[in-house]
């Protein structure tokens, strides 16, 4: 059924309706009336296709202004006002989190981590000043403040104090009108009927009678999309593509955005036949290979308008409740209010929840959230009812296929969290219970025949994974522990049936996984092991969170460790067999079981949880086997075999034993001992057979642990003796070292409060000081090595800071983080066998703390067994096991092993822990005759027997020759002095002289040999150093010519560089240019040797060509115009370089040189390599090979190109003295403009196409329009220019000169290679003008001196590419050169810069650029022949050039100069000198002709003017400096040494006069033409006085920086979280990432902004970098705190330069601790950016990184 023709809005009258709604209100019929209006105009506003804001406008005037009217019968704005102020101020802030909002939890006053404040609340409360973790919420929660239950101090912020009326007193429905209460009853009772049944209405192609439109509907349908979580975005787009006529691309991927957004969309509209055929090819293209197919349906265009009207509809309920207080009230009665079926309309949508879309169940939530859960009783209410659907809800949950955050179970954590709902709940509705039920069915098809879990990956299922999430809502559940004198007789009854069901669980995960030893062959396939741990993990705080409800009263731990045990008792095996062995006399019945032979299981949480309730006992006055606990059957060695097992498992494995069964065991293993799992695992096993050992006669319980590790036999004296059956000797060796740790474990931890007199406090210190035992760690390696103290009643910080000292950063400027150092007085409590050790942390501590001790110069090296604490009570019987007999027949006997000759039997690891075990027990006999407990006399059996082991300890004491470690040593040494100790505390006055004697003279006897092995070795220690050197005396004279010819210097042989400016021979002042220039001497690279064959070469023109590894890049990072974005280099024109720097040409080089023969066959391998790797990823190495890229062979540096090296440009020309040339700057000035005038004349039609017009004059023809005394001096001066020797390059350098240029053009320009362009040589001038500017403003940036301060690669660099400017114009046509050269002349003394398609004036050049492309240019000007040999080196036409180029530059200056405003109000007087009164002169002058002539009261003062003017120009004149240096190869002054502001150094060295007047007087009329032709161009007048697309540059141009970030990184994150994706219509960002260049935020990593750029789909963040840095990009994941850099389509992340206060970053925000800015990391990324070192940087961390290949850098 479908209409025909589209019906037209009809029109209406308001007051007439509002009148029909009124009548029908008071007949109760208003929903009907409402019906009758939105079945006509819900079509007609939302039926239409209209465009967003016209169906917006169209809702409110026909939908929502008639409710609202009616509502409030008069202006809704004044009522609602009137309403407002009523309103008591709230108490609860209630605040609906969006995504990426920072959230904060106190961590002193909340009472769970889900309690969260916003950021106003925190801002405006005290938590800000407590400790607190700050994280971004995921959507949907809200702030809680004001909710005293939330915190336990301060719950209130300033903004929200509580009333100090209690607003129970008066219901807020009362402050509302009577008339106007009942209009909003019926109004929100209305459409909150028309929103569950539209919403749950089922039929796709009609909608019910009293919403259907009367007549025949016409044929207008939609093809609705629903999202799903299977399907990836190209699966989605590409089946768009097909099924939908005419899909771009781009809508597909808006189509998808969509879906994946709002949770469907319409992807096509129109008839039902076209509808269906879209639908039918959509669910065929996805069901394909038995996959779930997308969910795709033909839906009426009606039903499709009323859905969106309800979703409409909910967001406008949602403002009328904010609105007042009543009316909030009065909607959470009437949407909690049951109908007639007895379901109110709230829990319909609650059971109907996963039917809906993505966007309706949010906005239902909401409307809940801010409804339902801000009203306290209907909130209460509310989870009565999801409680009792509580089941209902997690079943439609496992079956649906959304995200849980989306689900209405998710709703869980907003009343679980709560104590006083949750304690309701549990007490009178079962909560406990009521939660495990449906997990319990869950687990139910999980098991295997036994009951036992079974979590293979084929029965892993997503429903399995969702069922989990019931394991979460039970930890909130039981956030609420009652105190003692909470329970009452209905909160035990509900709790132990909740306690029975979760045993219930236990019990199914009891023996989960178990493992079988392999023998024979390997396993075939890795078994299962992750699900059963990932299942632990989740219980884990359940565990925790029942044991600590059972230890709050008695009556309940009882009854529960009564249910705890006889559960047990169903798991065992009831089947077993016993066998008697005796051990030193004692005959005991032990269990049979084979570990090598029988499975076993690592998973036995019913027994941990059993062993975690012992603990509680002694509280109250319980024992084990007491009356009150006795369980019939319960058996203390049964009860320690499960654990034991696992023990003896784990010691196998250490042996060797189970090799064969793969990975697997020893992941679990790994998990087992691991932080993450070790509290209700490890340590609850361990804890077990503590229990045992405190209820087992002690030689009993030794006899079990012994026969389970098979080491019965091992124990027996003959055993030592050889039988020719050694094979398993060596496992039994390590069998008994593990059982003697075990020993060591079970006697010596006792930091279990409960088991040992000790608090939570001292167990978490100890943790802390053995962690720090091993290294000072960092304040997050703790807590990463720390158990979760989430269940305990420590803090880890206070115990951190009460064991250690945090220290900074030792280095001054470095960004870092700091460590913490153990306190001295914490170092007696170092046990070397600390049961959370592994082996390498042990061996690690160990090797630290003797280290320590040698450094303190301790005379006692010994690590002894520190004094443990004394047990409680309940276990004061663990410590009788050291008197045992049997524990002291096995000392004794390692210990006679010991003394033995040989053992085949022993090792020094078992005596080592033998000792501390004999520590142990004399630290337990000192304690026990202080307290005068005599029932311990481990002395007196020790000292029986012959030999006993006293003289066991003084035999290895005096003779230790199988002992090799000296920490052995000096333990045992310390054990005898202390065994002396404790006997003479037991002994009589007569043994005690005897004692000493002996104790004195065996020590003695030990020092003796000490020194003697001393002397020995000292001796040994001369002859080998004496022979040595002989041996090289030796060499030197058999060799000593080599020795005689090998340069003690590095590879690289510089000649004077800025490094050694002081050893120059010139003793006055350096000149580098004009008639008086100073002599050159050889700078940069003179002799090198290359990295690939290690040969030595001079630097030749000549000979072998050698290079240096180079990168060329585009470069935006001087661009004053930040909002340009990059030209496109295959129409630009770079001979005039832009003012603002916009794009340039960067190059840099590592400074490692090599052969150019060497490097090209190095660089072919590569290519060969990459092309024979068929089966790679494409871009996947760190390097692109297409785009020429490849890392230096000996650093690894990314590089594109090599550099040529040129040998000193003055060993190329002939010497000359140019002094008899008397030619004055006006003259050469006026031959360069007849020059020009002439080119110009020549123009023919012929060259119209010619892209270089000009066509160049020779010399003679420019003379003869000279006098003849200028003539011959300007002719002489090009003679000069002219004057070259040394013959032509060899061949090799001309082909590397060529490669380096063309790809300086490519890449500089982002254009293809081509050969013969003639824009080649002009690029290799730009790149090396590029590379000056940028390092002159890093060194000015830094206040770093211009010479001596650069790393030798920059230098050498440098100093490659301005001899390679000087020299590139041999390898191009001498016609391009020379008009090249004309161009550039006639930009400065003609009309050049206005003839193109875009017209330049003077002050749109750089003149810097400028200057080096005339400077390399000139010479070519008048040369005869098809190639140039000439070279930039004439001095006086250098200084001319610069003198011309530094004239424009200071009328650039007196054009764009701005009088500041502090200069315009005086400020200091200074006088005006000669110069400075001359230069105003010219100042008004120029601006006048410019047109710009200030107003007088803002005319700057001459000596301003000169100031600025100065400061303007001397980045040019230091750029101009490190030009001219390299080029000339003239020494540096000493005073540029040093960092200064002062132009006087500068002027001197490139002979410019210091009083800049000077350049403008007295110069000829030619001067003064051109500089008038300069300030009257139109162009100039344009830019300084309209709106232009160019952008006016002021001097000196600032130098750029990374934007300003704010010091608090919660503000970062608060600023960023009102971002809205651009392409979807203002909803929420993912991935909003900023980028630090210019402070713009994109969206990143989505499809909803993809672009393309060449063909290649990329994200919003690479095509942004593409616009702003062209193609390399820093940019920061807000919500990720981490930075990204991109280069091209490679990229890597590194952490955000923000760190906590203890100077660690903090990537993903998983510690949460407060972030500030670390103004050190931020400088050392301005400095990565602005130094172009960013490519670099990604791919070292590309090569470092693996992961990093995976991910499409592209599409970020």
């Not at 293993?669 to 057979?689: P, T």
């Not at 050197?1029 to 004077?1056: H, K, P, V, Y």
Request: charge should be negative.
């Amino acid at each position: 059924m479908a209409m025909k023709n589209s019906i037209p809005t009809p029109e209406y009258r308001q007051d007439t309706l509002l009148e029909e709604w009124l009548v029908s209100c008071e007949q109760g019929n208003l929903l009907l009336a409402l019906k009758k209006h939105w079945k006509i105009f819900v079509l007609s506003v939302f039926g239409s296709n209209h465009e967003p804001g016209k169906e917006e406008r169209l809702a409110h005037k026909f939908l929502f202004r008639p409710m609202e009217y009616f509502l409030c019968q008069r202006d809704p704005e004044v009522v609602f006002k009137e309403l407002q102020a009523k309103n008591m101020p709230s108490q609860l802030c209630g605040k609906v989190f969006k995504t990426g909002e920072p959230t904060y939890s106190c961590r002193d006053c909340a009472n769970d981590p889900t309690c969260v404040l916003c950021i106003d609340c925190f801002q405006n409360g005290k938590h800000k000043n407590h400790r607190y973790k700050m994280n971004t919420s995921g959507g949907g929660g809200y702030c809680d403040c004001g909710d005293q239950e939330a915190w336990t101090s301060h719950p209130f912020c300033d903004l929200h104090s509580p009333n100090e009326v209690n607003a129970d007193e008066k219901n807020p429905i009362e402050t509302l009108p009577v008339d106007l209460t009942d209009r909003a009853s019926a109004l929100f009772m209305a459409t909150l009927q028309y929103i569950v049944e539209v919403l749950t209405w089922n039929q796709c192609d009609n909608l019910p009678s009293d919403l259907q439109v009367e007549g025949e509907l016409n044929d207008n349908y939609i093809t609705m999309l629903f999202n799903d979580e299977v399907h990836t975005f190209d699966q989605v787009i590409k089946t768009l593509q097909r099924a939908v006529k005419h899909c771009t691309p781009q809508q597909a991927r808006e189509f998808a955005t969509l879906v994946d957004r709002e949770g469907r969309a319409t992807v096509y509209r129109g008839y039902f036949t076209s509808c269906e055929q879209c639908r039918t090819i959509i669910d065929q293209s996805t069901s394909r290979h038995g996959s779930k197919p997308l969910k795709v349906q033909v839906m009426h265009t009606a039903v499709v308008a009323h859905q969106t009207f309800c979703l409409k509809l909910m967001v406008w309920l949602q403002k009328m409740i904010e609105k007042s207080d009543g009316l909030r009230r009065l909607f959470c009665l009437l949407s909690m209010k049951p109908q007639e079926d007895g379901k109110s309309l709230m829990e319909k949508l609650l059971l109907y929840d996963t039917q809906l879309w993505k966007v309706a169940r949010i906005l239902s939530h909401q409307l809940l959230m801010a409804g339902v859960l801000m009203d306290q009783e209907c909130k209460k209410q509310f989870a009565v009812i999801f409680t009792k659907w509580y089941p209902n809800v997690m079943n439609d949950f496992a079956r649906d296929d959304h995200d849980h955050e989306v689900c209405v179970a998710s709703l869980s954590v907003q009343i679980y969290t709560v104590p006083s709902l949750a304690r309701m709940l549990v007490t009178d509705h079962d909560l406990l219970n009521v939660i495990l039920v449906p997990f319990l069915e869950a687990c139910g098809p999980k098991t295997n025949a036994h009951g036992v879990l079974s979590l293979n990956k084929a029965e892993r299922t997503p429903s399995f994974k969702r069922a989990c999430f019931m394991l979460y809502d039970l930890k909130y559940a039981l956030l609420c522990k009652p105190t003692s004198d909470e329970w009452t007789e209905n909160l035990r009854e509900s709790f132990l049936r909740g306690h029975k069901s979760f045993l219930k669980l236990l019990k199914m995960m009891q023996g989960m996984d178990e493992v079988k030893r392999q023998t024979g062959m390997h396993l075939e396939y890795e078994p299962e092991w992750e699900g059963a741990f990932n299942l632990q993990m989740r219980v884990d705080d359940v565990i925790a969170s029942f044991s600590e409800w059972c230890s709050t009263d008695k009556t309940v731990f009882i009854k529960a460790y009564k249910q705890a045990a006889q559960m047990l008792l169903q798991c065992r095996d009831t089947t077993q067999k016993s066998e008697q062995h005796t051990v030193c006399g004692h005959t005991v019945k032990c269990l049979k079981y084979d570990v090598l032979g029988q499975p076993v299981s690592i998973h036995l949480p019913l027994s941990r949880y059993l062993a975690g309730l012992h603990v509680y006992m002694e509280k109250y006055g319980l024992y084990f086997g007491c009356p009150e606990l006795s369980v019939q059957n319960l058996d203390p060695v049964k009860m320690v075999e499960p654990p034991l097992r696992v023990q003896v498992l784990i010691a196998q494995s250490q042996a060797g034993l189970w090799r064969r069964n793969g990975y697997a065991l020893l992941n679990q293993i790994y998990f087992y001992h691991n932080v993450k799992c070790r509290q209700e695992m490890y340590d609850k096993d361990i804890l077990m057979l503590q229990i045992g050992a405190a209820a087992i006669e002690g030689n009993e319980f030794l006899i079990h642990i012994l026969n389970r590790y098979g080491l019965l036999v091992w124990i027996r004296p003959e055993y030592d003796i050889p039988t020719g059956q050694d094979d398993n000797v060596r496992q039994t060796i390590m069998l008994a070292e593990e059982f003697l740790n075990l020993l060591l474990i079970i006697l010596g931890e006792r930091y279990v409060p409960g088991l040992g007199q000790v608090s939570h406090e001292d167990a978490l210190k100890r943790e802390v000081i053995h962690l720090l035992c091993i290294s000072p760690m960092s304040n997050s390696e703790l807590s990463k090595n720390l158990p979760d103290t989430t269940n305990l009643k420590a803090d880890i910080e206070d115990a951190i800071h009460a064991v250690a000292n945090f220290r900074k950063p030792t280095s001054i400027g470095t960004a870092g983080s700091g460590k913490f150092e153990l306190k001295k007085e914490c170092y007696k409590e170092f046990n070397p066998y600390f049961y959370h050790y592994c082996r390498t942390d042990q061996s690690q501590a160990e090797e630290t703390q003797i280290k320590r001790k040698k450094e303190e110069k301790s005379e006692n090296h010994t690590l002894p067994p520190p004094v443990p604490p004394k047990f409680t009570p309940q276990f004061a019987q663990i410590s009788h096991l050291l008197q045992s007999d049997v524990l002291v027949h096995t000392l004794t006997l390692i210990l006679q092993r010991s003394v033995a000759t040989r053992s085949r039997s022993w090792s020094e690891t078992q005596l080592d822990r033998a000792l501390h075990l004999i520590g142990l027990a004399l630290h337990e006999q000192r304690r026990k005759i202080q307290e005068g407990n005599h029932s311990f006399d481990f002395i007196g059996k020790a000292l029986r027997g012959e030999p006993n082991m006293m003289q066991l300890l003084e035999s290895l004491v005096t003779d230790p020759k199988n002992i090799s470690h000296d920490s052995t040593k000096d333990l045992l040494t310390w054990i005898h002095q202390k065994f002396i100790e404790v006997r003479q505390m037991t002994s009589s006055a007569e043994a005690k002289g005897p004692v000493e004697q002996l104790a004195s003279s065996s020590k003695e006897e030990n020092e003796a040999a000490k020194k003697r092995k001393a002397r020995l070795a000292a001796k040994r220690k001369e002859k080998i150093i004496a022979k040595i050197s002989q041996m090289q005396q030796n060499f030197i004279r058999d060799n000593a010519d080599l020795f005689e010819s090998t340069d003690t210097d590095s590879s690289l042989t510089r000649g004077t560089s800025e490094m050694d400016i002081s050893e120059s021979a010139h003793h006055e002042t350096p000149v580098a240019l004009g008639k008086y220039q100073s002599l050159p001497c050889s700078i940069g690279i003179t002799k090198a040797t290359c990295i690939l064959c290690q040969e030595e070469q001079e630097i030749s023109h000549n000979s072998r060509a050698m290079v240096l590894a180079g990168f060329v890049q585009r470069s935006t990072v001087m661009s004053q115009c930040k909002s340009r974005d990059p030209s496109d280099g295959e129409n630009l024109d770079p001979l005039f370089t832009s003012s603002d720097l916009h794009v340039g040409s960067f190059t840099n080089s590592c400074g490692h040189t090599m052969h150019a023969d060497c490097w090209q066959s190095f660089f072919q391998a590569i290519l060969v390599k990459e092309r024979r790797r068929l089966s790679r990823i494409p871009h996947s190495l760190s390097y692109n090979i297409i785009q020429l890229e490849y890392l230096c062979p000996l650093c690894e540096s990314l590089s594109n190109t090599v550099i040529p090296l040129i040998p000193a440009l003055h060993t190329l020309i002939t010497d000359s003295d140019i002094s008899n040339v008397n030619l004055s700057f006006g003259d050469w000035l006026d031959g360069l403009m007849k020059t020009v005038e002439n080119s110009a004349k020549q123009e023919t039609t012929t060259s119209k196409g010619d892209p270089l017009p000009l066509l160049p004059s020779s010399l003679s023809s420019i003379t003869k329009m000279m006098a003849d005394s200028v003539a011959s001096n300007f002719n002489l001066l090009w003679q000069y220019v002219n004057n070259t020797k040394g013959g032509r390059f060899s061949e090799s350098l001309m082909e590397m000169m060529k490669k380096f240029a063309k790809d300086v053009y490519s890449f500089g320009l982002g254009v293809d290679p081509d050969d013969l362009n003639q824009r080649i040589s002009i690029m290799a001038w730009n790149t090396c003008a590029y590379t000056i500017i940028n390092l002159e403003q890093y060194l000015r940036d830094e206040r770093k001196p211009l010479f001596g301060s650069s790393p030798s690669r920059n230098v050498d660099c440098i100093n490659a590419l301005v001899k390679f400017a000087a020299v590139c114009s041999h390898i191009m046509q001498q016609d391009v050169v020379k008009k090249h050269c004309l161009r550039l002349l006639s930009g400065l003394l003609s009309d050049g810069l206005e003839k193109g398609d875009d017209p330049l004036c003077i002050i749109d050049i750089d003149l810097f650029h400028y200057l080096v492309a005339v400077t390399m240019a000139l010479p070519s000007l008048y040369t005869e022949g098809a190639t140039a040999s000439n070279l930039p080196l004439n001095s006086l036409n250098n200084q001319y050039i610069l003198e011309l180029v530094l004239t424009a530059h200071i009328v650039q200056t007196m054009l764009l100069y701005d009088t500041p405003a502090d200069e315009a109000e005086g400020g200091m007087e200074m006088e005006n000198d000669a110069d400075s009164v001359a230069l105003m002169s010219m100042y008004t002058e120029i601006r006048r002709k410019a047109g710009c002539l200030p107003p007088s009261n803002s005319d700057p003062l001459p000596w301003q003017l000169t100031r600025h003017i100065k400061r303007a120009v001397l980045p040019f004149l230091r750029c101009a400096t490190i030009l001219y240096h390299n080029l000339t190869g003239v020494p540096i002054p000493a005073q540029l040494q040093d960092w200064t502001e002062d132009i006087e150094p500068f002027c001197s060295y490139l002979s410019l006069p210091t009083s800049f007047s000077e350049l403008f007087l007295n110069q000829g009329e030619q001067l003064e033409k051109v500089v008038n032709k300069w300030c009257s161009s139109e162009i100039l007048s344009s830019r300084l006085y309209s709106a232009t697309s160019r952008s006016v540059v002021s001097y000196p141009l600032p130098v750029n920086h990374l934007i300003d970030l704010p010091d608090d990184y919660s503000q970062l994150i608060n600023q960023i979280s009102s971002f809205t994706c651009p392409s979807s219509k203002g909803n929420d960002s993912q991935l909003p990432t900023m980028c630090l260049v210019c402070g713009m935020v994109v969206c990143s990593q989505s499809y909803c902004c993809q672009t393309e750029i060449k063909d290649m789909k990329v994200g919003a963040a690479t095509e942004h970098t593409y616009r702003c840095g062209a193609g390399v990009g820093i940019l920061l994941r807000v919500r990720e705190c981490q930075i990204v850099l991109l280069a091209g389509t490679k990229g890597c992340f590194i952490p955000a330069p923000y760190v906590d206060s203890y100077g660690e970053t903090d990537q993903g925000l998983r510690r949460g601790n407060p972030l500030h800015l670390c103004k050190d990391s931020y400088k050392n990324l301005q400095k990565m950016w602005f130094t172009h070192c960013i490519p670099e940087t990604v791919a070292h961390n590309i090569e470092s990184h693996m992961n990093l290949m995976s991910i499409h850098w592209q599409h970020l």
